[in-house]
T-cell receptor, first 112, second 116 residues
């Protein structure tokens, strides 16, 4: 059974700093991996989707990498801003499956 | 494009009543919809997968008689929490995907349920 873990559970950094969020998964036979953002009491906003054949995806200040063989993904946020404060979730879809398995989330706080 | 709405956004009910939550794909046809539950400070847990015109598939541990799911059209799925109890209080989120298997899921804004 696929398990997705995110470390750390919470992270606080000063505004302007670059930061990395980590995601690990136990079964490397994935179809894709997705990073989401969730604001308190709100739904999910998709940030980046990486197909299993890809190594990274970029959108603005965000860069997500995927190392399928080691079961790891990172989300790099450059020049952090207070508006980046949210919970970040990663999720994977396994091959032969249409279900998303979500990680435990990292609660990010950017200190002005 | 690819907008999913949920209604209501918040609901408060008394213990023992039933609550219906709607999930709509506004600008695309969703052959598959997913229902998730999220407890405070926890991640999303898949409850069930529904395909248009067929019975929903429930995850292990989810009572199908308590959480009734109907996916009667390509744009609407409903989740009914029957005889709700305080432990059913949670954040319920739906997602919808288009025609193909493993297609990207688009998420609704969620429904906050509080059972008194």
């Amino acid at each position: 059974k696929q398990e997705v873990t995110q470390i750390p559970a919470a992270l606080s950094v000063p505004e302007g700093e670059n930061l990395v969020l980590n995601c690990s998964f136990t079964d490397s036979a994935i179809y894709n991996l997705q990073w989401f953002r969730q604001d308190p009491g709100k739904g999910l906003t998709s940030l980046l989707l990486i197909q299993s054949s890809q190594r990274e995806q970029t959108s603005g200040r965000l860069n997500a990498s995927l190392d399928k063989s080691s079961g790891r993904s990172t989300l790099y946020i450059a020049a952090s801003q207070p508006g980046d404060s949210a919970t970040y979730l990663c999720a994977v879809i396994d091959f032969g499956n249409e279900k998303l398995t979500f990680g435990t989330g990292t609660r990010l706080t950017i200190i002005p | 494009g690819a907008v999913v709405s949920q209604h209501p956004s918040r609901v408060i009910c008394k213990s023992g009543t039933s609550v219906k939550i709607e999930c709509r794909s506004l600008d695309f046809q969703a052959t598959t919809m997913f229902w998730y539950r999220q407890f405070p400070k926890q991640s999303l847990m898949l409850m069930a997968t529904s395909n248009e015109g067929s019975k929903a598939t429930y995850e292990q541990g989810v009572e199908k008689d308590k959480f009734l799911i109907n996916h009667a059209s390509l744009t609407l799925s409903t989740l009914t929490v029957t005889s709700a109890h305080p432990e059913d209080s949670s954040f319920y989120i739906c997602s919808a995907s288009q025609l193909y298997f493993q297609e990207t899921q688009y998420f609704g804004p969620g429904t906050r349920l509080l059972v008194l």
